[in-house]
């Protein structure tokens, strides 16, 4: 037997929304070995001079900025998963440390509202139903919250107009 079409095995609208991330695993290996040389060859230096506290210093360096990037990798992992259905609307937040929270809407009471500003463009963009008011892609930049907020809205619209 199967399903009828109002409750179709596909959803209308998916998307995965995560942070971008603008240096790639393999240019982290190079940037953290130009660092590691260049520190490890300026405390060298300093060593030769008699300074050699100096070179300590350059080793603490190098493992900031790697411990910088290692965090802000960690949390590039955080992600939103959007399904729009005609009979639901499902939006998952996975959190950098794995938490999963879905949040299960009706379609038909959800208004997508988005706060704009004239120099930035989109600002803010959540999702409103009842009481609850939930926060929808906020790590994206400004040219991937205009494509959602466009593809997204449609989707509601869609479903919304039956």
Not at 14 to 35: C, D, E, K, Q, W
Not at 117 to 143: A, V
């Amino acid at each position: 037997m199967s399903n009828p079409p109002e409750f179709n095995t596909s959803p209308l609208f998916a998307a995965r929304l995560t942070p971008h991330r603008s240096l790639s695993r393999n240019g982290f290996t190079i940037l953290m070995v130009f660092v590691c040389a260049s520190c490890f060859l300026s405390g060298m230096l300093f060593i030769a001079i008699g300074a050699w506290p100096v070179f300590a210093f350059f080793g603490l360096d190098a493992f900031l900025i790697w411990l910088a990037f290692k965090l802000n990798y960690r949390s590039g992992r955080a992600a939103e998963e959007v399904e729009v259905w005609r009979h639901e609307l499902r939006l998952r937040k996975i959190a950098a440390s794995g938490k999963v929270v879905t949040h299960v809407l009706n379609p038909f009471w959800t208004r997508f509202v988005v706060d704009r500003h004239d120099e930035f463009g989109i600002t803010r963009m959540t999702l409103q139903s009842r009481e609850r008011l939930i926060d929808i892609g906020g790590f994206l930049n400004p040219p991937d919250r205009e494509s959602f907020a466009d593809a997204f809205s449609h989707a509601l619209s869609r479903v919304k107009r039956g």
